[in-house]
């Protein structure tokens, strides 16, 4: 497959560059956030203040946006980070975290519409009602339960097609089988650890790693690969791990040494392109 190629090449390109990406994310993750980013070869800087948003953003080579456990300060940073980010022409990525849920987060996610993202990483209820949030679906209504998703990942395919459609980028569903899409391209990828839903900060750090990789590929490729190494070693740290302290120690373990071999091979096996017309 071509798609294993370039996700081979975007991993060495991260290596080799890497990239700063500068995340706003939440303090219950930001530590496994940046030390994901760190893994797999990125720079990481975490931000908070609406003051930094412009001199980090022009510095960096990609930008990160996690809307979970917001502070007062965010209805007003995460919006201009958004904002530097496209003024700059640098690729981002959002994480709409439980979207839906409040009146504030609700309001900041209608605001994001104004500045696209290039990606958008969530479970099938975020997406669901991320695509609501934007009104860009109403035939499809997602419900939230915190930061769970009460939606299978097929559930969300119209919604993250809109999505898609919008931002012209792409839309990562994470769920059992992972559903990235494109323009006019549609992919599942199996595999993974179900351990991975016992640690927090999962789902964001993945978000992370994927604006990582958006440093040094176009959107799909972005997602594709972000997705496909955390399936890949989350599965590798399954096997060593004595339980969940030591898989999440082990899954970064795993991120900082991918074998581009092991992930060609592991692509071929869980990587499927999903027909879409």
Known sequence: MKEVFEIVKAVEEVRSQNPLVVSWTNFVT??????????VGGRAA??????EANPITYLAKAVYINMGTLQPIAAESIPQAAKSAVEFNKPWTLDPVAAGLG??????????????PNIIRGNASEVIALANLWNLQTSQKGKVEGVDSTNTVDEAFQSAAELVKFTGGAVAVSGETDLILGNKKAYHITGGSKMLKSIT???????????VFSAVTDSLTAALTGSLVYK???QKAQKSAAGT???????IDNL???SVDELSEYAQKHLREVNIQ
């Open 30 to 39: 930001i530590n496994f956030v940046a030390n994901a980013q760190l893994a």
């Open 46 to 51: 975490m931000c908070f203040l609406p003051d």
């Open 103 to 116: 009146d504030t987060r609700n309001c900041i996610i209608k605001e994001l519409k104004r500045c696209p």
């Open 201 to 211: 900060g999962a789902g964001c750090s993945l978000g992370g790693v994927i604006a």
């Open 232 to 234: 890949w070693a989350s």
């Open 245 to 251: 302290a030591s898989f999440q120690n082990d899954f």
């Open 256 to 258: 900082s040494l991918i």
